[in-house]
Structure formats: structure tokens, C-alpha cells
Nanobody, 124 residues
């Protein structure tokens, strides 16, 4: 059974850090582009970052560039999102997703498998 499971969310103060994990089961992440998305209440799901399957190239939304870092550990079949200098506007449910075709884009319809999400709340 193909499954993605996010973890690492929580409550953090502005300026703090969190590291989200996206663990895959039932398939090997190596061959998939992986994206991180987020959705705040009342807003559309937006792309945060993605990493290619081929050469590990990464892409970031302007809103998180310089603060977030995506990485993958193929040995652990896991992708990470390191989030630093968090702001209240980063508050959202964060989802990881896998793209079989490796499109490596921040466009939700391109992704085939989704996790259930993990809540990130940035507040003092």
C-alpha cells in the first residue's frame, strides 16, 4: 500500500525552527519528485518547495526562499523540510506529495500521492 506520512509539526514561537519529515511506505521515494505544500484555513493549497528525483534539484516559493530547506535521504526513504525563521504567516497544515512523472513543479494536480498533513502553528 502506497503511503506518505508527515511528522514534525507543532507549535513554535516566531523566529523558531521545525523540521518536517515525509516518510514513504509501499514505494521507493528515489524515483519520485517530492513536493511540500501547505494550506491555511480559508486559503487555497499552495506550493512551498519541491525536489527532483533525478539530480536533487530544488525549488522554493518566494515566500520561504532563504528560510526553508528541502532534502531527501533515500536510504531512509524520507524527505525533510527544515523550516527556520518561522513567521505567523507560515501557520498551516503542511502536506508532502509524490509525483510519479517527476514533474518537479509546485502545482498540486501534478502529484499522485499525498500524506495526511501535519499542523504547524507559529505563535507567541
Amino acid at each position: 500500500q502506497v503511503q506518505l506520512v508527515e511528522s514534525g509539526g507543532g507549535l513554535v514561537q516566531p523566529g523558531g525552527s521545525l523540521r518536517l519529515s515525509c516518510a514513504a511506505s509501499g514505494f521507493t521515494l528515489d524515483y519520485y519528485a517530492i513536493g511540500w505544500f501547505r494550506q491555511a484555513p480559508g486559503k487555497e493549497r499552495e506550493g512551498v518547495s519541491c525536489i527532483s528525483s533525478s539530480d536533487g534539484s530544488t525549488y522554493y516559493a518566494d515566500s520561504v526562499k532563504g528560510r526553508f530547506t528541502i532534502s531527501r535521504d533515500n536510504a531512509k526513504n524520507t524527505v525533510y523540510l527544515q523550516m527556520n525563521s518561522l513567521k505567523p504567516e507560515d501557520t498551516a497544515v503542511y502536506y508532502c506529495a509524490a509525483d510519479v512523472a517527476g514533474h518537479y513543479v509546485l502545482w498540486p494536480p501534478a502529484y499522485d500521492y499525498w500524506g495526511q498533513g501535519t499542523q504547524v502553528t507559529v505563535s507567541s
